[in-house]
């Protein structure tokens, strides 16, 4: 599917609020609601808009600290970073998870109630069970308002997991 820039404000505004009609689309990218509930259906239908989500705010959960991981696997053959993907999917603490080229092999986000949680996290669940050997270079991100987008980040320093 070919974009126009009605196509791109149409997705530059729906990204900021999916709550938004398509007769508010209309007001703010000059079309009618009509064809904006059309070209909405269009870029679903193409594949262009793949889902709707929910943004949960973590601290209302439960999960005060995000921190942000960099992962460097002792060894990078196939099978140990196809079980490193396959284990990291199923963790509830791992919001995001991308491989990486570089100096490490995964950058992760993580969110945990604690740095105490954080620490039996990768003691428990990450070091014997994916990452064998790994050091884990961890950055925590705390929010320092109601806005996200005003967090800053704090270096906590580096985690080693030893394989025992």
Same mark, same amino acid.
């Given at each position: 599917m070919k974009l126009d820039n009605f196509d791109r404000k149409i997705l530059r505004e729906f990204q900021r609020d999916t709550r938004q009609t398509a007769a508010d !689309?209309?007001?703010? @990218?000059? !079309? =009618?609601? =009509?064809a904006c509930? &059309? &070209? %909405? *259906?269009? !870029?679903r239908q193409a594949g262009v808009i793949q889902a709707e989500v929910a943004i949960i705010h973590p601290e209302s959960v439960g999960r005060g600290v995000t921190l942000i991981v960099? @992962? *460097? %696997? +002792? &060894?990078?053959? *196939?099978?140990?970073i196809a079980n490193f993907k396959r284990e990291t999917r199923g963790s509830i603490e791992i919001m995001q998870c991308y491989y990486v080229t570089g100096t490490a092999d $995964?950058?992760?986000i993580l969110t945990s109630k604690s740095m105490e949680s954080y620490d039996a $996290?990768? +003691?428990?669940?990450?070091?014997?069970? @994916? !990452?064998d050997d790994a050091n884990l270079c961890v950055n925590c991100q &705390?929010? *320092?308002?109601?806005?996200?987008r005003s967090q800053r980040i704090h270096e906590c320093g580096d985690v080693n997991c030893v394989n025992s």
């Open positions: !689309l209309a007001k703010i @990218v000059g !079309l =009618s609601p =009509s509930h &059309r &070209r %909405l *259906t269009a !870029l960099a @992962v *460097t %696997l +002792e &060894r990078e053959h *196939t099978d140990v $995964f950058i992760m $996290f990768v +003691e428990h669940a990450m070091c014997p069970r @994916v !990452l &705390r929010p *320092t308002g109601q806005d996200s």
